[in-house]
């Protein structure tokens, strides 16, 4: 009986020892439980600074797959921790939904962009275009689209292919006019080229005539027809350009060279330029801008109305003049544009002072009237750009930069007017 009841006690000691060892056990794993969990919370709530929406609701998701596989925790701290955990998950929650609907309302607007450079691009492709100053109006114009197409982010998913096929099916097609227009008028421009050849001839045939006055006539009356004849193949228009500068050139250089040497009067006019030279290396500032500009105004005026000087001494004395007054604009407190004209001004006199130095002045002439109109046909098309996105938020950043772009147009235009007409109160 006594062993009996010795082995019963035994056992029932052994089976309260197990209960109380488990409850620690619990204990312990419920505590460490409840440890994990107030982390992942703890991370949870980084995640509200997360610059970056998408990576932090993906990186939630994986903390709830994290806070399925914990065990429970003390009974006590459940319902604190999981209401912690569920108010950041709602946080993240909205502002994931609010991110997709804000895109949402974006994509829309920029299919709206879209479809209007769309109907943009279609207008021109579907215009009839002649001419081949048009075609490269056009052209330019439709880069432009292409460009701003660019800067607009993606439209809904639905519409985002279909779209782009479109404006790329416009664009295509107008390429390919383009191209079918220039095949055809191969032709045109070859005939062009050998136009351009025969002139080429005539000026090397007059470039060693000593009859100045009527030889003279006949360069300008060939340069005129140079600048009437259409466009030849681009491969040959440098090589066939220089061959014609150079001709004209030699005979301007020539007639220059001859005038110089007969003209006695120019020993005179040298030592008067020279004096206007000693004039401004001695000039002493005033003190006051405006009187200091109208003193160096004066004395670019003196140098205009000088005539010839010796041709061999003509460059280095009108580089002189050139060094000498450039360094006095620079030491005046005016503004950069202002400035460069003032030196424009005083190289345009020089040129004036030869016949090769008058071609140089026409051929600088014909090239800003045709940068001018260039400007022009750029600043319409970006003021026409400029309204397609007028109702759209989301291209304020894009109509300051075209804005901008208008301005910097504008002000190169007035730049360009200045300098022709510079040139033109030159050649009068």
Same mark, same amino acid.
């Given at each position: 009986?006594?062993?009996?009841?010795?082995?019963?006690?035994?056992?029932?000691?052994?089976?309260?020892?197990?209960?109380?060892?488990?409850r620690e056990?619990?204990?312990?794993?419920?505590?460490?439980?409840?440890?994990?969990?107030?982390?992942?919370?703890?991370?949870?709530?980084?995640?509200?600074?997360?610059?970056s929406i998408?990576?932090?609701?993906?990186?939630?998701?994986?903390?709830?797959?994290?806070?399925?596989?914990?065990?429970?925790?003390?009974?006590?701290?459940?319902?604190?921790?999981?209401?912690?955990?569920?108010?950041?998950?709602?946080?993240?929650?909205?502002?994931?939904?609010e991110f997709?609907?804000?895109?949402?309302?974006?994509?829309?607007?920029?299919?709206?962009?879209?479809?209007?450079?769309?109907?943009?691009?279609?207008?021109?492709?579907?215009?009839?275009?002649?001419?081949y100053k048009?075609?490269?109006?056009?052209?330019?114009?439709?880069?432009?689209?292409?460009?701003i197409?660019?800067?607009? /982010?993606?439209? $809904?998913? %639905?519409?985002?292919?279909? !779209?782009?096929? *479109? =404006? #790329?099916?416009?664009? &295509?097609a @107008? +390429?390919?006019?383009?191209?079918?227009f220039?095949s055809?008028?191969?032709?045109?421009?070859?005939?062009?080229?050998?136009?351009?050849?025969?002139?080429c001839?005539?000026?090397e045939?007059?470039?060693?005539?000593?009859?100045?006055?009527?030889?003279?006539?006949?360069?300008?009356?060939?340069?005129?027809?140079?600048?009437?004849? /259409?466009p030849? $193949?681009? %491969?040959?228009?440098?090589? !066939?350009?220089? *061959? =014609? #500068?150079?001709?004209? &050139?030699h @005979? +301007?250089?020539?007639?220059?060279?001859?005038?110089?040497?007969?003209?006695?009067?120019?020993?005179?006019?040298?030592?008067?330029?020279?004096?206007?030279?000693?004039?401004?290396?001695?000039?002493k500032?005033?003190?006051?801008?405006?009187?200091?500009?109208?003193?160096?105004?004066d004395?670019?005026?003196?140098?205009?109305e000088? /005539?010839?000087v $010796?041709? %061999?001494?003509?460059?280095?004395?009108?580089?002189? =003049? #050139?060094?000498?007054?450039?360094?006095? +604009?620079?030491?005046?407190?005016?503004?950069?544009?202002?400035?460069?004209?003032?030196?424009?001004?005083?190289?345009?006199?020089?040129?004036?002072e030869?016949?090769?130095?008058?071609?140089?002045?026409?051929?600088e002439?014909?090239?800003?009237?045709?940068?001018?109109?260039?400007l022009e046909?750029?600043?319409?098309?970006?003021?026409?750009?400029?309204g397609?996105?007028?109702?759209?938020?989301?291209?304020?950043?894009?109509?300051?930069?075209?804005n901008?772009?208008?301005?910097?147009?504008?002000?190169?235009?007035?730049?360009?007017?200045?300098k022709?007409?510079?040139?033109?109160?030159?050649?009068?």
């Amino acid at each position: 009986m006594k062993n009996l009841w010795d082995t019963y006690h035994f056992h029932v000691e052994n089976f309260y020892d197990y209960i109380k060892i488990n409850r620690e056990l619990r204990d312990l794993d419920l505590k460490k439980n409840l440890e994990l969990k107030i982390e992942l919370c703890e991370n949870a709530e980084e995640l509200m600074v997360e610059p970056s929406i998408l990576k932090a609701f993906n990186t939630l998701q994986k903390y709830h797959e994290q806070w399925r596989e914990i065990g429970p925790v003390p009974r006590e701290n459940k319902d604190d921790v999981w209401e912690r955990f569920k108010h950041i998950t709602s946080i993240i929650n909205k502002k994931h939904q609010e991110f997709f609907e804000s895109k949402k309302d974006e994509q829309k607007k920029n299919f709206e962009a879209k479809t209007a450079l769309c109907e943009k691009v279609e207008e021109i492709c579907n215009a009839e275009i002649e001419s081949y100053k048009d075609w490269d109006t056009k052209s330019k114009e439709l880069v432009e689209l292409q460009k701003i197409w660019r800067t607009i /982010g993606f439209a $809904p998913k %639905k519409d985002n292919n279909r !779209i782009y096929d *479109r =404006f #790329r099916t416009a664009c &295509d097609a @107008f +390429f390919n006019k383009k191209r079918d227009f220039y095949s055809k008028n191969k032709e045109v421009q070859q005939n062009n080229l050998q136009q351009k050849i025969d002139l080429c001839v005539q000026a090397e045939a007059l470039m060693d005539n000593t009859d100045w006055k009527k030889a003279t006539q006949d360069f300008i009356n060939i340069q005129k027809q140079w600048k009437e004849i /259409g466009p030849i $193949p681009r %491969k040959h228009s440098d090589i !066939i350009w220089k *061959r =014609f #500068r150079t001709a004209c &050139d030699h @005979f +301007f250089d020539k007639k220059s060279e001859h005038f110089s040497d007969v003209d006695s009067g120019q020993i005179d006019n040298l030592k008067l330029k020279e004096g206007l030279i000693a004039e401004l290396e001695n000039f002493k500032s005033t003190g006051d801008v405006s009187e200091n500009l109208k003193i160096l105004k004066d004395i670019q005026r003196r140098w205009t109305e000088i /005539g010839h000087v $010796p041709f %061999k001494k003509k460059d280095a004395l009108q580089n002189k =003049f #050139r060094e000498e007054i450039g360094k006095l +604009f620079d030491q005046l407190n005016i503004n950069e544009d202002k400035r460069n004209m003032l030196k424009f001004k005083t190289k345009m006199s020089t040129f004036s002072e030869s016949s090769r130095g008058q071609s140089k002045m026409r051929m600088e002439r014909d090239k800003y009237m045709s940068k001018l109109k260039q400007l022009e046909n750029d600043l319409v098309l970006l003021e026409n750009n400029i309204g397609f996105f007028t109702m759209s938020k989301n291209a304020k950043a894009l109509i300051e930069d075209v804005n901008k772009k208008i301005e910097d147009t504008r002000q190169k235009i007035e730049s360009l007017k200045e300098k022709i007409r510079v040139i033109d109160e030159m050649e009068d």
